[in-house]
């Protein structure tokens, strides 16, 4: 087998709309928009820099059916420079840019090869020489809701040696919170014989399994705070015996994060504030040129839980941190670089606890003793959690968006839920039992 480089990218879902963003600068804003271009840029930078045999991109390519006619010009620049360099690019379409999509249709430079609804295979050739050094095999949406198990449709020829690679959108062992788009199983694919499965569609980077190699790359540039952590594609070398070395490489000028706050030891809300700002001042040092946007998560124990509880101090310190960070913005030159990063508070997550002993109270007999016990047992088995879940919801099942927004709940969600609503009763009925002890 020769050895030669790929890189594997997915779900560039150029020219989001970053919906639900209306409290930032508009500055900022513009920014967010350009984010996902500015990721294709570095990753067209990316392959000129590392020289690959190829890139193969595995679906939402776009981010919606009816693209607009910037996203379409973007992307074919990018082609044309790729093009130039001599690097060949692989293509399939996923459920969101599928091939009977309404859009423009700009012409693809002979360099890309788009794959067509059923599975289908080319021979990729190294750059330096020409000779062959894998087979390529991928299939596309033709619609935006592709329900079967396409990824039956792979199958190795067994008289050929070289290094199989397979491009595939789907959702491999139903992963939760994403469609079950092309669902298959992860010993579907194992049992394929392809030697790298190049999957799409689920945003988060992963990788399932080696030899074969079965790898979700993430996609370039993180949209919200549900795509948290760095985001880019994989470089991947193989060597002469067929064995793959994959490099994460960073391509996102906007990074989405949580950062955890504790108020353990704070005594007042200024104390709280001069903290966050630290730890916006320690996210900016660390940003490395990227603007990021994050959600404060309060935790720990102390006096403030109680006061947080209300929601309106934690609203007013997120305002007071963002009327800060607006007034840094406007003071700058024009263009966001890579001097000063843009740290922009998001939003606040409180999950404190009152001041109090939880272990000692889970070993007492009593109804707050076994309140938490029960909340660590829901924790662990998950049938228990859906009967709490059911429980509680009930009374507002009638109301369609709220049902909605449960069916949107992943499982760690609704295990924070369950947390939080077992720390708050905790808290409050400590509360009046020590003020019953008082008036006694």
């Given at each position: ?5 790929f ?14 963003m ?27 820099a ?14 919606a ?6 996203a379409?010009?973007r ?5 044309e420079?790729l ?17 009977n999509?309404?859009r ?8 890309v ?5 059923a ?30 198990n ?5 199958r ?11 491009l ?20 579907d ?6 030697d790298?499965?190049?999957l ?82 320690e ?9 990021q946007?994050v ?13 947080l509880q ?7 310190l ?16 024009p ?33 707050l ?26 009374a ?20 924070a ?24």
């Amino acid at each position: 087998m020769i050895p030669f480089r790929f890189i594997h990218a997915a779900d560039l879902h150029l020219d989001s709309p970053f919906a639900g963003m209306s409290s930032v600068p508009d500055r900022l804003r513009e920014h967010l928009q350009q984010s996902t271009f500015a990721a294709l840029n570095h990753l067209v930078e990316l392959a000129i820099a590392e020289q690959p045999d190829f890139i193969v991109i595995s679906g939402d390519v776009y981010d919606a059916s009816d693209s607009s006619l910037r996203a379409q010009l973007r992307l074919r620049e990018a082609w044309e420079l790729l093009g130039r360099h001599g690097i060949p690019v692989y293509v399939i379409h996923g459920n969101h840019d599928p091939l009977n999509a309404g859009r423009l249709r700009l012409a693809h430079p002979e360099h890309v090869t788009v794959f067509g609804p059923a599975a289908e295979s080319v021979t990729a050739l190294r750059r330096s020489d020409g000779e062959p050094v894998a087979v390529i095999t991928g299939i596309s949406y033709p619609t935006s809701a592709v329900t079967e198990n396409t990824s039956l449709q792979f199958r190795r020829d067994p008289s050929c040696s070289l290094f199989h690679i397979g491009l595939l959108h789907a959702n491999v062992d139903g992963q939760e919170g994403h469609d079950a788009y092309s669902p298959c199983s992860l010993r579907d694919l194992q049992q394929s014989g392809y030697d790298y499965w190049a999957l799409g569609h689920i945003h988060k980077r992963q990788i399932l399994h080696e030899a074969p190699w079965i790898v979700y790359p993430g996609n370039p540039q993180g949209r919200s705070l549900k795509e948290t952590g760095p985001k880019g594609c994989y470089v991947v070398d193989v060597n002469g015996h067929g064995e793959a070395r994959l490099s994460f490489r960073a391509l996102d000028t906007v990074r989405w994060q949580e950062a955890e706050l504790s108020i353990e030891g704070l005594a007042n809300e200024e104390q709280l504030r001069d903290l966050a700002e630290e730890l916006l001042e320690e996210l900016r040092e660390q940003a490395s040129g990227r603007v990021q946007i994050v959600r404060l998560v309060l935790s720990g124990r102390g006096p403030l839980h109680a006061m947080l509880q209300t929601g309106t101090e934690g609203e007013e310190l997120i305002q007071e941190l963002r009327r800060k960070e607006s007034r840094r913005l406007e003071g700058e030159a024009p263009g966001l670089g890579p001097s000063a990063p843009v740290v922009w508070p998001a939003g606040l997550k409180v999950r404190t606890g009152a001041d109090l002993d939880p272990e000692a109270m889970r070993q007492e007999d009593s109804f707050l003793g076994e309140l938490l016990r029960m909340a660590d047992l829901a924790e662990r088995e998950e049938e228990l959690l859906e009967q709490i879940m059911g429980s509680a919801l009930a009374a507002v099942s009638e109301d369609r968006r709220l049902r909605m927004l449960v069916r949107e709940l992943g499982t760690e969600d609704q295990k924070a839920l369950v947390r939080q609503a077992a720390e708050m009763a905790v808290s409050l009925l400590a509360e009046q039992e020590t003020k019953g002890g008082a008036q006694r």
